[in-house]
C-alpha cells in the first residue's frame, strides 16, 4: 500500500487510523512508529501523538473499530453457525490489518471501554453460534471455544499461506465452509 490520502480538516483521526491500516499491512502491527504514520497521513510529526497518546492508543482504535466491523459481519451472519464461522473466516481474509491487532490484546489496551464493548458485541455472537453447535447442555462454553479455534486457526493458515488452497483456485468460503462442517459432524 502507498500513501494514505492526505489530512483534511476534522478528519485527523480517519486519516491516521487509515495510515496505521496500510502501515499493518505492509510490515504489521509493531513494524511501524507515530512519525511514519504522521508522514503517511500528511500530519505532523505530533499529531498522531495528541490524538492517540501512543502506538497503544492507535491500535486500541484500531481494535475498537475492527471489532466494531467484525461484529457487523457475524450480526449478518447470525443464527447460522457455519454461516458464522465463514464470516469470520471472510473478516479476517477482507481486514487483514484489523485482524492482525484485534486478537492480539497485548497491543493495544484491552480495558478500553469502547474497545471492551465492541469485542463483547462480537463475542455475543459468537457464542450465541457455539450454543447452536453445542451436542448439549453445559457444552456450550467448549463449544464456543472449539468452532472459534477453529474458524481463527484456519483464518491464520489461509493468511498465511500455509495451506495450498490460500494460493489460488480454491475459494475460502467453500472450504471454511466444509471444515466446519467435518469438525463439527455437519449437525444443525
Known amino acids: 500500500m502507498g500513501k494514505v490520502e ?3 480538516h476534522g478528519n485527523l483521526r480517519r486519516a491516521v487510523l487509515d495510515a496505521a491500516l496500510a ?3 505492509e510490515s504489521g ?3 511501524w512508529s507515530l512519525r511514519e504514520l504522521a508522514r503517511r497521513a500528511g500530519v505532523s510529526h505530533a499529531a498522531p501523538a495528541h490524538h492517540f497518546g501512543d502506538k497503544a492508543g492507535v491500535l486500541t482504535a484500531v481494535a ?4 466494531e466491523l467484525f461484529a457487523e459481519a457475524l450480526e449478518r451472519a447470525a443464527g447460522d453457525p457455519y454461516g458464522s464461522g465463514v464470516a469470520y473466516v471472510r473478516f479476517a481474509v477482507d481486514h487483514r490489518p484489523y485482524f492482525e491487532v484485534m486478537f492480539r490484546p497485548e497491543l493495544y489496551r484491552a480495558d478500553d471501554p469502547e474497545m471492551a464493548t465492541a469485542r463483547d458485541r462480537a463475542g455475543a455472537v459468537l457464542a450465541a453460534s457455539g450454543r447452536k453447535l453445542a451436542p448439549g447442555e453445559g457444552a456450550e462454553r467448549v463449544t464456543t471455544i472449539a468452532a472459534w479455534s477453529v474458524a481463527h486457526g484456519f483464518a491464520s493458515l489461509w493468511l498465511n499461506g500455509a495451506l495450498p488452497e490460500s494460493r489460488g483456485g480454491v475459494r ?3 472450504l471454511a465452509q466444509e471444515v466446519l462442517r467435518v469438525v463439527f459432524g455437519g449437525a444443525e
Open 64 to 67: 475498537a473499530e475492527g471489532f
Open 23 to 25: 502501515a499493518i499491512a
Open 6 to 8: 492526505g489530512y483534511h
Open 172 to 174: 475460502v468460503e467453500e
Open 29 to 31: 502491527p509493531s513494524g
